[in-house]
């Protein structure tokens, strides 16, 4: 007499080993409904695309405990912005946006930025969005309305350097009026960022 046993289907691509820089975990929520956690977390960095989250989800409700499971919640995302995290049920193209469009910015302190210039809009937006609103890392806000009124040719000529009789905190301040806002660097130093 032979047996057989059931063998586990093979986890796609988009199935990470440990938490990624930026996925989500997918949680099967029959087996949750019922005592037991059963998940894995989904990388949506790469070429990861709807169809690819689509296939990890599957593989993740094909292997669960529970007979039949066909309901999932995102249950910990890891990377992504407020406005995507805040729902057990994201959008996934919305998801493949926001990693198609974060994969532009290799540099950690360009990823944080993209981050926070989303996190203020409210939705992800295009490479030249950003662009439009990020000016870049300074030292402090007084640093950046320096470097503003020298690129622009407001400061007088024949000042003596480094500007020293100018009150540049005061010119940030008015700055500030205009919607310009600073948010601090995780690696030191302040994202500036004009109005959108």
Known sequence: ????????????ACIATSCPDVGIYVA????YNNGRLHGAWIDLE???????LQEGIAWILATSPEPGAEEWAMHDSCGLPSYLSRTESPDLSQL????????NYPEEDDREAYRLA????GQT????????????????????AQELAEELGSVPAGLAWPLNCIDWASAWRD????????????????HIFRPA
């Open 175 to 190: 700055l500030t009026f205009d919607g310009y806002r600073e948010e601090p660097c995780s690696g030191g130093w302040v």
């Open 96 to 103: 493949v946006a926001w990693a198609d469009e974060l994969s």
């Open 28 to 31: 099967c929520l029959a087996a």
């Open 46 to 52: 790469g070429d990861t695309d709807e169809d690819d």
């Open 125 to 144: 937006i295009d490479e030249d969005g950003f662009r439009e609103t990020y000016c870049g890392l300074f030292k402090d806000g007084e640093d950046y």
């Open 118 to 121: 989303c996190e203020d809009q």
């Open 1 to 12: 007499m032979t047996t057989t046993t059931a063998t586990r289907p093979t986890a796609p």
